[in-house]
């Protein structure tokens, strides 16, 4: 790993008044790998940031670290003032405000897409059955998807799963929904459909983090893009400023690699 | 050829209806402790993950006639434990029939299940975990429905071996097909293949139907991915 400790971030888009989310000094290791190295990123309240990067820079690890379905070694990510617990019902409790979306989909293939969006409501905020079959169906039109309410994830498109999953994640009225690259492991005719939906939540003011190669999303949608190497966060920039006029030599690279196909 | 039948001294219905009621309750014992014990191996608690192996090796890896001769001696004859209010031995040889049969075909299904558990990919429990479920919760709901779903077939097999397992029950007297068979061996001795013949058709009637039955449930519930 090249040592980068010199490298200073650079900073030009200073966070919403509202911090939502705080990460301080987080650092993690798997084993000999130094995967996230002093991470520091606030996101504020109804802000989009997104998180682009090389493969294997820590962009999907640091997303996971903001619902602890990753640990950290050290450092202390807070939301919405409190701090991150360590496990148990509070942790519980944290992971149900923040959304989380997949590569992978991950919607309960034993269920069907009605249910899958059904089961958070009833199982972890208590909302009765009738209640949350009707927030569940609007949620399912919304992302435009609701004529296969009565269906099984496998019997859907990968857009349509991934659609469906965002549904799944909205039912727990999250306060910031993650995105772990949502478009990754779509066809390139469906990842559109997926990004529309994104596109509108941005618009209507959530709170979002998004990992993602989609230049085209980051472009239009993002309030602040992250740029990450080597499990650091190299730059920050609004969207205009990074994609036309990247400081550091790493992201001018990443950038160079990327566009003008 | 089946003259001795006619003597009516011998129940053999009744001698298969009692390996079937051995049989019944095991099965939905073995199932729950199962479960349970499946549930302890995959815990975050290191002491009932501990619990749960040491359990499994030791019982798994004993033989079922020393599991059975243990209750019926140790439990019931040295210590007194009955498991019910009678003393009438038939019951009480039943009741420890069945709870040996539980212990040690409990190890079967916690180890099948278990391997179902690593058939549900990794990311439907993450993203029950992200939802907001507690680990029992993202066990009940998400990750055992679906190992189930997986390890019918081997759960059919324990089954199986289950029914004819109960044979050894007859050690400690209880009145089985087994026993009967034992019987019958040593008074008809002039018909030792007919009897032993109907025996094995009696249990091949009761395990035959489960296999089938069993397999087609395993074709109907399989989760598609």
């Known amino acids: 790993m090249t040592p980068m400790s010199n490298v200073s971030v650079t900073k030009d888009a200073a966070p919403a008044a509202e911090d939502l989310v705080v990460l301080k000094n987080v650092d993690k290791h798997f084993g000999a790998l130094h995967v996230l190295q002093d991470i520091n990123l606030t996101i504020g309240r109804g802000e989009v940031v997104v998180v682009i990067g090389p493969s294997g820079s820590g962009k999907s690890t640091l997303c996971r670290t903001i619902n602890r379905l990753e640990t950290i070694d050290s450092g202390t990510i807070t939301i919405d003032g409190k701090p991150l617990p360590a496990e148990g019902k509070e942790l519980a409790r944290l992971r149900a405000d923040v959304g989380m979306v997949f590569q992978s989909f991950n919607l309960f293939a034993h269920k069907t897409v009605l249910e899958n969006v059904m089961l958070g409501q009833i199982k972890v905020r208590g909302v009765d059955k009738k209640a949350a079959e009707e927030k569940a169906r609007s949620l399912l039109d919304r992302v435009g998807v609701a004529t296969q309410a009565d269906k099984y994830p496998a019997q859907l498109s990968g857009g349509q799963q991934q659609r469906v999953a965002i549904a799944r994640a909205l039912a727990m009225d999250p306060k910031v929904m993650l995105f772990d690259e949502p478009t990754s492991a779509l066809d390139p005719e469906m990842i559109n459909e997926v990004l529309e939906v994104m596109q509108q939540l941005a618009q209507n003011g959530m709170t979002m983090v998004v990992v993602t190669h989609e230049m085209g999303f980051a472009r239009s949608a993002a309030n602040r893009v992250v740029f990450m190497a080597d499990g650091r966060i190299v730059e920050e920039a609004t969207p205009d400023q990074f994609f036309s006029n990247p400081r550091s030599d790493r992201a001018k690279d990443f950038l160079s690699k990327i566009l003008h196909h | ?225």
């Open chain 2, 1 to 225: 050829m089946f003259d001795f039948l006619e003597s009516g001294q011998y129940d053999v219905l009744g001698a298969f209806w009692v390996t079937v009621q051995l049989t019944f309750y095991s099965a939905i014992g073995s199932l729950i402790w199962g479960t349970v014990l499946a549930a302890m191996r995959v815990s975050p608690v290191p002491l009932m993950r501990t619990f749960g192996t040491v359990y499994v090796h030791v019982v798994r890896n004993t033989p079922l006639t020393v599991i059975v001769m243990a209750a019926s001696l140790g439990l019931f004859q040295t210590l007194g434990i009955t498991l019910t209010g009678s003393d009438d031995f038939e019951v009480i040889g039943f009741r420890l029939a069945v709870l040996s049969l539980i212990a040690y075909h409990a190890t079967f299904v916690c180890e099948a299940l278990r391997s179902g558990i690593n058939t549900v990919p990794v990311g439907q429990a993450e993203a029950a975990r992200a939802l907001g479920l507690n680990f029992s919760q993202v066990l009940s709901l998400i990750v055992l429905p679906q190992a189930f779903r997986a390890v019918v077939t081997p759960l059919a097999n324990v089954l199986i071996a289950l029914t004819k397992n109960t044979t050894v029950a007859a050690a400690i007297g209880v009145a089985e097909a087994a026993l009967l068979m034992k019987e019958m061996i040593e008074t008809e001795s002039d018909a030792i293949f007919l009897v032993s013949a109907m025996f094995a058709f009696g249990f091949v009637v009761l395990t035959l139907p489960t296999g089938m039955l069993l397999g087609w449930v395993s074709k109907r519930v399989a989760v598609k991915r």
